[in-house]
Structures are given as structure tokens and as C-alpha cells.
């Protein structure tokens, strides 16, 4: 690394310095060692084994079909312990892996073979398993995926603007479904249900309620159970395949030379046979019961995001506090079961074979959100000596797992918001903040359980769940506003698609001849991808029942073992139903309206004719156009101007959204979380009137346009906070990135400063925060020289990924976000 004559953050010191933290770690780092930065292989075996199953069922009721695959899987597929490891469970192979689902992405598995030489997110297969899945699983799923039936369903008019081929196998980027590349939203499950009761005693509960059924009644022999012999066989399954592993480890311990391991794989061996099936009794139990159960979901399916890990600092405490208190258990060894778990967790890669996926998602995307911090449901501060040791190990073992999140509140201890921000100041981007202010009203004002919405865990990117209350599953329509723009440009078309007409012919922007007739055509752009959107939603709620179940998450879901329902079940009485559609593009947006009603309509410095010649040809020859277009006022800088545009947008969000939530019984609320679908959504943009040039990243989430907030960091929050429409509920979350120089946070008082834009952004109830403490200089040279940064971490969009794995094109959105240099 070159020289600097600036500051640098602890994690490029570390690069800088090549310093060794391995010291006290040994086992995680010989564990990380053998498998990182490798290319992760896929392992067939849950798609074959699930396959073989739902062969010999057809006909019977899904979930029961689901748990018996489940079943069968959890008999035949391999079982591994991963070397030096102090907990058992994988779903696949050693090494960096992932796992198939065909009954998702069946259709797609002719691009098997050449997964290997994409450039996002390669994965290795071996040419026998490519036979295997193309001629023995594929031929299976052909005409009966989901992904399928979805685009056989559509109507024309909305597959037009969804995908780009009859097949539905590449996205428009316009109106874009994402229901077809996983099986559910991101999930969280009642964790401590498992460590306080067992997988034994859950599946007693299930025989009772089974045995409780009127005999004779048609809608509960046939509905109500078969759910219930799935829970049983559920309960079971997991239990055979925990045992499994404990005969592994007794197999092992007998080789096994070494008086140390052979020890630990004896009480391994032990707490396998017990764990899940018995509840918890120490610590080391309680690991290894929560992750059999985390690996176990990844089996079952494909939720987006994975599974997250809920409030480990919360269902772990009591056991931490006991085996303290008995002196069989110190904080560096906790320390060392978890890191075990964070290596474990990395091993596991989530696999898109569908190539829109693949875009949404690049970068090995993860978000096995462990939270930490925030309330308890009496409202009381839940911060504890065990939330400080995460955030510990954050600081010390610089790896991208977990996704650490932390739950903030008005009340939150002085010590937790500073080592908060030393963890921050790391580098890494870790953790992504998440505002208890903003959450908590919001759950309550639709309907949720005050004590409920206090005990809610992070989830995914920055979205938040409420394990035993909320049912809704179905993944949710991704919309890219920028093209509202830019066919209000071009009379209903985008460049990228010729003269095909695929929004509205609003007439010739030229020919507007004031701001509220242009503004008039953009809103009915607008609405007509809303109207769209919401429509392609409602069948995607109407298929999903008939293609997914989840035997897993509904035996630990306290609603569905209620009323002998499964969660994929389209409405579960009580259930509390929270949906989103994206906001793609909102600074691209709102700078354009921005600056075509400031320099066009107000100020006349450009005509709109004007304009639209520099955008057909991306300002070449219009350079000074687009340095005019770059002078309007800009979302992102606490500009009253561009702030109110901003608040407008949103508004005409949600009371489009408002309306329609009433009729489907679903809260469908404004979203504005990319992940990294901002890139490839603006490839098919041609450029746009906040002089933005074509086919380039658009803004993302609700973070200003790329070197467009000028005016620090607070001003991006007051932004955030000008543009949120305060008295309607059908929201859900903002990300909000910001990139900071190190210098800035340079020291204690540098500490302070970022203690105190949490405090502000906490104040006005914002409901998502994470930050990048890096030099752009820095990012520039791993840029032209990835073997010296192999190891950078970037924060990328609700969680972290290495700066090298990344495409060319998402380095490039995160070199060009604005690093704010003082505050």
C-alpha cells in the first residue's frame, strides 16, 4: 500500500501493516484458512434427495410432501464435521459451498456448467454433477416450478415490462418480480422456543393438537391434519439428522490421535444426540441447538437473505450468565464458540442460479443478521455484558459474518453507543444500525402487539420480524422509477428498448410548456409502474401457496401451530401481513424533477427541447448542459428545494399503497433497500436530467446521488427526515449509506462525533444507518491491484463483502459515494 499523509482506519492499517490477529484465535484462523477467498463449489445432494421424495408423493397435501423430502434428506445426505470445529452442522460439502433448490430454479439449469466463468459470483461444479442435476433432477421440475407458472400467468402487459424474453429468464429492470429466485422473504425463527423446550416436546405438542381434531369433520382431516403429521415428522427429521452427526463425531473421536480433539469430539457426540431434540442446559448446548436449527432451514428453503440468527444477546443470555456464574465457562471461550459459528457461517454460501438474481445479489451477498441490543418487550434498556462481547468480536476477528446489527433506542447506554462507533471506525462497515424510534410505532400503528413490536429482530438487509406474528413470506416487486423518468423523457420509451412503448405516451417532453404539465406526465408514468407492480404482486401471492411450504418455520411458529396452518398458507388468522415494493432510483429521481423544474421552468436557463437532445446522445456535445443540469439543488443536502420533491415522491407512494392495502388485507409499504440491484437497474437508464450519463449505477435506497450531498453527513439525515412523509404508515425501510474519511472519526473526539450523528439520527427516527470508514485512495488502488486487497471490506448495501469479489461496476458505485470529510 502506498504511503499516506492522511489517516488511516484500523482495517487498512491491518492491510497496510500486514498484522497478524491471530494470536488467541488459532482455531477459527486454521479453520478460515482452509476455505477463504476459494471459489465456492455447489453440492447436489438436497436437490437430489428432495427431489427423490416429491417423485413419490404427488398427490398428497404440499406440506406434508415438503417434510417427508425434508426427511428424506435429513437420512441420506452426507453428514460433516468441519475440522477444529467446536459445533457440527452443515448443509453441504466441506469447504465454501452452496446448495440447489430445483423446485425454484429448476428451469435454469442448462447455465449450470458455466456458472464457473460469470463474473459475479462464480460457483465450480464437476461435469458428473452437471450430468446428474441436468438429466436426473432438472427433467423432473420441468413445467412444475414456480417461476414457471408465474410467467405463464402473467398478461402481457405485464410481462412487458418484467422480462425481456418469453422464457422469463432475463429481466426488463423495469417492474421486476423476485418471488422467483427464492421460496420466502428473509425469516427469523423463535430460537429460544428450541432452547427452552426441544424439538421433543414441540413435536408432543403437535401429536396433542393432532389428537384434539374432530375425526369427522372433512376440512380438518384433510387440511388441518396433514399440517400436523408434518410437524411431527418435521420434529423428527431434524432430530435423526442431529443424531447423525453425533454418530459422525463418535466415529471420528475413535481415530482420533490427539487426547484434546478426541475429547471435544466426544462432548460434541454427546451434545448432538441431545441437541435439538432435548432443551438446552449450558451454553455450549444452546449453540449448538440454534445452529442444527439455522443449517437445518437452509435445507429447507431458500428464504431470501437466509435465515437470521434473531437476538442471540437476548435467548443467549441466561445460559452465558449461568455457566459464568458456575466458573465451566469464560468470556473468551464464549467468544470462541461463537467465532466458531461466524466461520462455520461463511462456509455457507447463498447460490443464485437465476442471473437477475445473481445481479440483485452480487458479491456473495449474506445477511444472517444476528442482533443485538434495543429493548426488551417491557420497554426496558436490553444492552448486557454479552451484547458487548459480539461487538467485541467484531472488532477483533475481521471477518464479513455475521451481519451484525444493533437495535438503538433514545435510552440506549452511553458505553454501548461508543463501542458502537470504535466497532464502526474499524472499517468494515460493521454493525448496520437499526432505529427502535422509527420500528416500534410503525409496527404498532399496523397492528402489532406493543410487547411484540418491542421484542422484534433484524432480518435481511435492513428489514425487521416479529418471529410468533407476522406470516407474510411472499418475495416482493422491485420498481425502477428512473425509467418512469426517462420514458416521460421519450414519450413512453427507454433507449435501451428502441421504439418499443413500455410505459405510457405522454406526448413529447419538448412540447411541455410548464413544470406542471411535465409533472403531470411523470406522475402518470409513476402510477402506471405502480399499477403494474401491485397487480404482478397479487399473483404472485395467488401462486406461491401452490409451490412452497415450510414444515420448519411453521413448527416454530406459534400462529401456524395454532390454527394447523402452514406459512406459506396465503392468509393465517391473527397474522400480521407485512409487504414492500422498491423505490429504485429515489435520488436519481427526485435531482431530475429537481432539476427540470428549477433550470427548465423557473430560472429558463435550459429549454426542455434542450435537455432531451443532450439526454438522447449522453451529453456528448452537451457538456455544459450537463454541467447546468448538475447546478439544481440536490436530495441529500437538508435543501428545502429538493426535500419537498422527495416528500411528494414518497407521498404518491404511499397513498397509492394505502389505498390497495385496505382491499388485500396486506400493509404494502414504500421500501427504498437496492441491495446492489441500483447497478444493473441502471444499465438499461439511459441518462437522465440530473445530468447522471447513461447506463451507470443509479442512487441507492435513500441515500443521495453519487457526489451529490455536499454538505456532510447531517445534512443527509435531515434530508432523510425533510423527505418522510411522518403522518403515514405504509413505509418500511430507508437504507441509508454514508462513507466517511477515516480522519474524521480520527481519535476520542472523533469517537464522540460518531456517537452523536447516532444520537441525531436516532432523534429523528430514521430508520436504518450503516457506514464505510475508508480512504477513497484506498479503494482506488484494490481496485488496480486486488491481490494486495484481498481481504478489503466494504460495506455494500445491508451487509459487508470483500472489495475484490465485487464487479467492476459496484466498485465503481462506491468509489464515486461522496466520503464526507468533516462533520
Known amino acids: 500500500m502506498t504511503n499516506y499523509d492522511c489517516c488511516l482506519s484500523p482495517q487498512e492499517e491491518r492491510i497496510a501493516n500486514s498484522v497478524d490477529t491471530r494470536e488467541g484465535r488459532e482455531r477459527v484462523y486454521e479453520m478460515l484458512d482452509s476455505f477463504h477467498m476459494t471459489t465456492p463449489f455447489i453440492d447436489i445432494e438436497r436437490a437430489r434427495f428432495f427431489t427423490e421424495s416429491m417423485k413419490k408423493t404427488e398427490g398428497q397435501p404440499l406440506v406434508l410432501r415438503w417434510a417427508k423430502a425434508l426427511k428424506n434428506c435429513a437420512e441420506k445426505m452426507s453428514v460433516y464435521i468441519t475440522p477444529k470445529s467446536l459445533i457440527a452442522g452443515r448443509s453441504g460439502k466441506l469447504g465454501r459451498y452452496g446448495i440447489l433448490y430445483p423446485e425454484i430454479d429448476g428451469d435454469f439449469y442448462s447455465i449450470l456448467k458455466d456458472l464457473d466463468k460469470r463474473e459475479k459470483s462464480p460457483f465450480k461444479i464437476t461435469p458428473e454433477e452437471v450430468d446428474i442435476v441436468v438429466n436426473e433432477i432438472a427433467p423432473y421440475w420441468e413445467g412444475k416450478t414456480y417461476h414457471e407458472h408465474l410467467n405463464g400467468a402473467m398478461p402481457d402487459d405485464l410481462r412487458g415490462v418484467t422480462y425481456d424474453d418469453d422464457h422469463g429468464l432475463k429481466s426488463k429492470f423495469v417492474v421486476s418480480e423476485t418471488s422467483s429466485y427464492r421460496s420466502a422473504l428473509q425469516w427469523v425463527h423463535d430460537y429460544d422456543k428450541v432452547l427452552k423446550r426441544g424439538f421433543n416436546d414441540i413435536k408432543r405438542e403437535a401429536l396433542e393438537k393432532m389428537a384434539e381434531l374432530d375425526a369427522e369433520s372433512p376440512v380438518q382431516t384433510w387440511e388441518k391434519r396433514p399440517f400436523y403429521e408434518a410437524m411431527v415428522i418435521i420434529c423428527d427429521a431434524i432430530v435423526l439428522w442431529a443424531r447423525r452427526h453425533a454418530d459422525l463425531a463418535r466415529e471420528q473421536a475413535e481415530a482420533e490421535t490427539d487426547k484434546i480433539r478426541k475429547a471435544e469430539l466426544l462432548a460434541m457426540a454427546d451434545r448432538c444426540e441431545r441437541m435439538p431434540a432435548e432443551p438446552a442446559k449450558d451454553f455450549r448446548d444452546a449453540i449448538q441447538s440454534q445452529w ?85 418487550p417491557d420497554g426496558d434498556d436490553a444492552t448486557n455484558e454479552l451484547t458487548y462481547l459480539f461487538l467485541e468480536s467484531k472488532r477483533e476477528f475481521p471477518l464479513n459474518y455475521p451481519d451484525l446489527a444493533t437495535r438503538i433506542h433514545s435510552n440506549s447506554p452511553e458505553r454501548f453507543l461508543a463501542e458502537i462507533a470504535e466497532t464502526i471506525k474499524d472499517g468494515s462497515g460493521f454493525p448496520k444500525l437499526i432505529n427502535d424510534e422509527e420500528i416500534i410505532p410503525l409496527y404498532t400503528a399496523k397492528g402489532a402487539p406493543l410487547d411484540q413490536a418491542m421484542d422484534y429482530s433484524v432480518s435481511g438487509c435492513t428489514e425487521a420480524r416479529m418471529p410468533n406474528c407476522e406470516t407474510y413470506t411472499s418475495g416482493c416487486v422491485y420498481i425502477n422509477f428512473a425509467t418512469a423518468m426517462e420514458m416521460t423523457m421519450h414519450n413512453g420509451r427507454m433507449l435501451k428498448y428502441g421504439e418499443e412503448v413500455v410505459g405510457l405516451e405522454t406526448g413529447e417532453a419538448g412540447e411541455f410548456k410548464s413544470w406542471d404539465e411535465f409533472y403531470e406526465a411523470y406522475l402518470k408514468q409513476h402510477n402506471n409502474l405502480l399499477v403494474k407492480a401491485f397487480r404482478q404482486q397479487y399473483i404472485v401471492d395467488s401462486l406461491r401457496p401452490e409451490h412452497f411450504a415450510s414444515p420448519l418455520a411453521s413448527v416454530l411458529h406459534d400462529l401456524c401451530m395454532k390454527e394447523g396452518m402452514d406459512l406459506q398458507s396465503q392468509t393465517i388468522p391473527g397474522g400480521l401481513e407485512y409487504s414492500y415494493f422498491e423505490f429504485l432510483g429515489y435520488g436519481t429521481v427526485v435531482d431530475s424533477l429537481s432539476a427540470i423544474k428549477k433550470l427548465v421552468f423557473e430560472d429558463k436557463k435550459l429549454t426542455m427541447q434542450e435537455v432531451v437532445d443532450a439526454l438522447k446522445v449522453n451529453f456528448e456535445g452537451h457538456e455544459e448542459t450537463r454541467e447546468i443540469l448538475r447546478s439544481a439543488p440536490c436530495y441529500g443536502n437538508n435543501d428545502s428545494y429538493a426535500d419537498a420533491i422527495a416528500k411528494k415522491i414518497d407521498c404518491v407512494c404511499q397513498e397509492y399503497a394505502h389505498k390497495y392495502s385496505e382491499e388485500r388485507g396486506v400493509n404494502l409499504d414504500v421500501r427504498y433497500v437496492p441491495i446492489t440491484s441500483h447497478v444493473p437497474f441502471g444499465k438499461v ?139
Not at 306 to 312: F, K, L, Q, T, V
Not at 336 to 361: C, H, K, R, S
Request: aromatic letters at 8%.
Open 292 to 376: 442444527f436449527v439455522q443449517m437445518f432451514s437452509r435445507i429447507e428453503q431458500k428464504a431470501s437473505a437466509i435465515i437470521s440468527n434473531g437476538r442471540m444477546d437476548q435467548y443467549l443470555l441466561p445460559f452465558y450468565e449461568q455457566d459464568i456464574k458456575a466458573g465451566i465457562l469464560t468470556p473468551e471461550q464464549a467468544k470462541e464458540l461463537l467465532e466458531n459459528m461466524w466461520v462455520e457461517m461463511a462456509q455457507f454460501i447463498d447460490l443464485y442460479i437465476n442471473p437477475t438474481g445473481n445481479e440483485f445479489n452480487e458479491g456473495y451477498a449474506h445477511w444472517e443478521a444476528v442482533t443485538i441490543g434495543g429493548q426488551t
Open 685 to 823: 437508464v439511459s441518462a437522465t436530467p440530473n445530468g447522471r450519463e447513461a447506463w451507470t449505477a443509479l442512487s441507492d435506497g435513500a441515500s443521495a446521488s453519487h457526489g451529490a450531498d455536499q454538505k456532510g453527513p447531517t445534512a443527509v439525515l435531515m434530508s432523510n427526515y425533510h423527505s418522510k412523509n411522518r403522518g403515514m404508515k405504509n413505509r418500511a425501510s430507508r437504507l441509508l449509506n454514508v462513507k466517511l474519511s477515516p480522519k474524521v472519526v480520527e481519535g476520542e473526539a472523533g469517537t464522540q462525533k460518531l456517537v452523536d450523528l447516532i444520537r441525531t439520527w436516532c432523534d429523528l427516527h430514521l430508520w436504518h444507518l450503516q457506514f464505510n470508514i475508508i480512504n477513497k485512495k484506498t479503494l482506488l488502488e484494490a481496485q488496480a491491484n486486488p491481490d494486495k486487497y484481498r481481504s478489503l471490506l466494504v460495506r455494500i448495501a445491508g451487509y459487508s463483502a470483500y472489495f475484490c469479489d465485487l464487479s467492476r461496476d459496484l466498485q465503481n458505485d462506491i468509489i464515486n459515494r461522496t466520503e464526507h470529510v468533516q462533520m
